[in-house]
């Protein structure tokens, strides 16, 4: 069982930055593929970027790429995610998730993902 809990989120000004963080429980923690993903209201969730368990491969949607980065600290059981020139359509419910058994080639996929933190909050005001 893992527990996941975000933090991070808020209220930002385009052009701006956030580092959203995920805390999990457990000391499997450096076995998981982890994700995030983000939903608008009206919209359905989509994957945003995700994290092999070593952190040595990474992946990202087009619409972050070159803005975002999700990295992971396996020391402190936490995976973030910096984002940089933040935009109005960027204005989500961030969640992030993990994946006991995890294929690369379905990282957007989100039913992959076993476990799920509760969600934070980013508003990006133009």
């Known amino acids: 069982q893992v527990q996941l809990v975000e933090s991070g989120g808020g209220l930002v000004q385009a052009g701006g930055s956030l580092r959203l963080s995920c805390a999990a429980s457990?000391?499997?923690?450096?076995?998981?593929?982890m994700g995030w993903f983000r939903q608008a209201p009206g919209k359905a969730r989509e994957s945003v970027a995700a994290?092999?368990?070593?952190?040595?491969?990474?992946y990202y949607a087009d619409s972050v790429k070159g803005r975002f980065t999700i990295f992971r600290d396996n020391a402190k059981n936490t995976v973030y995610l910096q984002m940089n020139n933040l935009k109005p359509e960027d204005t989500a419910v961030y969640y992030c998730a993990a994946a006991a058994v995890w294929y690369t080639s379905n990282w957007r996929d989100s039913r992959e993902y076993d476990y799920w933190g509760q969600g934070t909050q980013v508003t990006v005001s133009s």
């Open positions: 994290i092999s368990w070593s952190g040595g491969s990474t």
């Open positions: 457990g000391r499997t923690f450096r076995t998981y593929g």
